[in-house]
């Protein structure tokens, strides 16, 4: 089998947020599609190590915030390479209580779902949500998964259901040096990395790149 070929499917990137017992937490996410538009239906793939997973299962609620084409870089990072067992990934996020669950404010709009069942792979979750609400923020464009690939210059770690080995390692022409960041995998090019660098993905600073 070519694995190249699931690069040829079309995502879009997200905030899947949910509740822990009060505090707001969620994950990044580009594995959300539409099943069926009456009753209004969404599906989501949950990593099953990822606690957000747990939080869903057990608040039976999801929102999902779509991400934008210019939603600040920082949040796909803060969302998708850290956990919420460890931070608070809202304290640095602006976010809106709407329909009674948490959406990030700088996105395109948000869906909020009931959970009404669920299906169990061996790594993952696939939770079916009915629509119970939903709202468009302004007229922006939303980010695609490829758009996240090609001009923000991310990566996905290995619980995204859309990962490929080969991802970490893809480099392209060999005429700079290269700087890797140990936490999303994003790389910066070029002669030295300044000593006030932050990670457009993640928002690390240069202790936590490694030259490659
Ligand atoms: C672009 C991108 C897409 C991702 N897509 C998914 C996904 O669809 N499902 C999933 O379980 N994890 C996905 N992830 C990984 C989770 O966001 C990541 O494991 C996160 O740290 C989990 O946080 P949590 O432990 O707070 O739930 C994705 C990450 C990125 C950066």
């Excluded at 190249?4 to 899947?16: C, M």
């Excluded at 538009?37 to 929102?63: K, L």
């Excluded at 290995?158 to 080969?166: D, R, V, W």
Aim: glycine letters at 8%; one cysteine or more; aromatic letters at 10%.
């Amino acid at each position: 089998m070519n694995s190249n070929i699931f690069r040829k499917l079309s995502y879009g990137v997200y905030v899947v947020s949910t509740w822990d017992n009060g505090r707001p937490t969620g994950c990044t996410a580009n594995s959300a599609m539409q099943i069926t538009s009456s009753p209004a239906t969404i599906a989501v793939s949950i990593n099953h190590d990822n606690y957000t997973n747990q939080c869903i299962a057990e608040s039976g609620r999801f929102a999902i915030s779509i991400l934008a084409e210019d939603s600040e870089p920082s949040i796909i990072g803060t969302f998708g390479f850290r956990s919420g067992r460890e931070v608070n990934k809202f304290d640095s996020v602006k976010y809106s209580v709407e329909d009674y669950m948490p959406v990030v404010s700088d996105s395109c709009g948000y869906i909020v779902c009931n959970v009404i069942d669920k299906m169990e792979t061996s790594t993952h979750t696939v939770f079916l949500g009915e629509v119970v609400g939903g709202e468009v923020f302004g007229d922006k464009e939303p980010m695609t998964y490829a758009y996240y690939h090609k001009v923000v210059k991310g990566k996905s770690p290995k619980n995204a259901p859309t990962y490929l080995p080969e991802e970490e390692e893809k480099t392209e022409e060999k005429k700079t040096r290269k700087f890797k960041c140990t936490v999303c995998g994003y790389i910066y090019e070029g002669e030295e990395l300044p000593e006030d660098y932050k990670c457009p993905v993640c928002g690390m600073g240069p202790d936590k790149f490694v030259e490659i």
